[in-house]
């Protein structure tokens, strides 16, 4: 399998992180870009080095280069993850402003009918924000805001932060056992 990763200018930068552990895990391929700003956050709000990030990807393309191959609707992706999703690269995303790779990477997954999962992080929401999840929904984006559920009894914040990735994981086609699955005890009964 061989997946794009953005992370765009927002709080929540660990899902990014985490995410890109999580594939160098189960063995995906991953193509990484990160915007300009969210290196700066990555920094604030984690502590952790450029050095770090880039090792949890196989490549890694400035935001800039749209001669990367992830530009290129002939490059073949399996999904592309924008975890934190900025409200900009939300806007960009569904009004189709190619504005660098991260946001060609999506538009591609767009037209290629290709996964393409936007991890909003932001709160509250404005109407703004929501038409453009609408009509990013509508071309076929999966909508998915930071919001974790407590039915698995989180203990830490790195549960909550996990399960989030877990989801990701799903709902692009990567096999685990990672989180707890609702009703599975049930399933145990039989």
Not at 167 to 183: E, K, M, S
Request: charged share 25%.
């Amino acid at each position: 399998m061989r997946t794009f990763v953005g992370i765009t200018g927002a709080s929540g930068v660990i899902y990014g992180v985490r995410l890109l552990q999580a594939l160098k895990r189960h063995g995906v391929e991953v193509h990484l870009s990160v915007s300009r700003t969210a290196w700066d956050i990555i920094r604030h709000e984690l502590g952790v080095e450029r050095d770090y990030v880039l090792s949890l990807a196989d490549y890694y393309w400035e935001e800039h280069d749209m001669g990367a191959p992830p530009a290129s609707g002939s490059f073949p992706l399996d999904a592309v993850v924008i975890a934190p999703c900025s409200t900009k690269t939300l806007a960009a995303i569904a009004n189709g402003l190619t504005l660098n790779l991260i946001i060609r990477a999506a538009e591609v997954a767009l037209k290629e009918r290709r996964k393409l999962v936007l991890l909003i992080r932001e709160m509250p929401l404005s109407l703004v924000h929501i038409k453009n999840m609408q009509l990013a929904a509508e071309a076929g984006a999966v909508i998915m805001p930071a919001s974790p559920p407590f039915y698995h009894r989180p203990k830490t914040i790195d549960d909550l932060i996990d399960f989030v990735v877990g989801r990701i994981l799903d709902i692009i086609g990567v096999r685990h056992n990672d989180i707890y699955r609702w009703g599975v005890e049930r399933l145990a009964r039989k």
